[in-house]
């Protein structure tokens, strides 16, 4: 079994900021097998990040994912209003396969 | 353009059985292994079930075994989640969710699932 634990908890920052979300793995993953999620209150998530680095379809350059191994990293540049959400990373192969989550709160 | 539409979600006694349903469009829904995820309320995203592309592999999360069944008509471009003796536990939005390789590249929007007497 792999967990995630994602941190921190909480990040409180403002709109221009720049936001680093962490993902830590309790083995092992194959970066490609690594992915981050974008959720908003009553909205399902959206696929953010695959393969570690790879921004999926419509997904704007501000966000960048980064890391190998056990440590994973999702960067947003500069903090849009729309990017104040929820964050989930996920791993493939393993049960269970969600981290806990970020929130990225307006400071 | 791709699109998941899950119903079939409500209010259902403990005990009691509910039938979830996914109705896939925009894309060759026979292609791709397919999933349901839930999310209790105010809490993270869990995994719950998935099926291979022929229905011929089925895996479900531990606290579900035994008691919900994944399950996929293609000529339908459907996938179903049926659950039986359900728990307060269960309680929680349902997403079906299409499988890109390692990933959950879409999602439906969600049903909710209520257990409470």
């Known amino acids: 079994e792999i967990v995630l634990t994602q941190s921190p908890g909480t990040l409180s920052l403002s709109p221009g900021e720049r936001a680093t979300l962490s993902c830590r793995a309790s083995q092992s993953v194959s970066s490609s097998y690594l992915a981050w999620y974008q959720q908003k209150p009553g909205q399902a998530p959206r696929l953010l990040i695959y393969g570690a680095s790879s921004r999926a379809t419509g997904i704007p350059d501000r966000f960048s994912g980064s890391g190998s191994g056990t440590d994973f990293t999702l960067t947003i540049s500069r903090l849009e209003p729309e990017d104040f959400a929820v964050y989930y990373c996920?791993?493939?192969?393993?049960?269970?396969?969600f981290g806990q989550g970020t929130r990225l709160e307006i400071k | 353009e791709v699109q998941l539409v899950e119903s079939g979600g409500g209010l259902v006694q403990p005990g009691g059985s509910l039938r979830l349903s996914c109705a896939a469009s925009g894309f060759t829904f026979s292609s791709y292994w397919m999933s349901w995820v839930r999310q209790a309320p105010g809490k993270g995203l869990e995994w719950v079930a998935n099926?291979?592309?022929?229905?011929?592999?089925?895996y479900y999360v531990d606290s579900v075994k035994g008691r919900f069944t994944i399950s996929r008509d293609n000529a339908k471009n459907s996938l179903y989640l049926q659950m039986n003796s359900l728990r307060a536990e269960d309680t929680a939005v349902y997403y079906c969710?299409?499988?890109?390789?390692?990933?959950?590249?879409?999602w439906g929007q969600g049903t909710l699932v209520t257990v409470s007497s």
């Open positions: 099926i291979k592309q022929d229905g011929s592999e089925k």
């Open positions: 996920q791993q493939y192969g393993s049960s269970p396969p």
């Open positions: 969710a299409r499988e890109d390789y390692w990933n959950y590249d879409y």
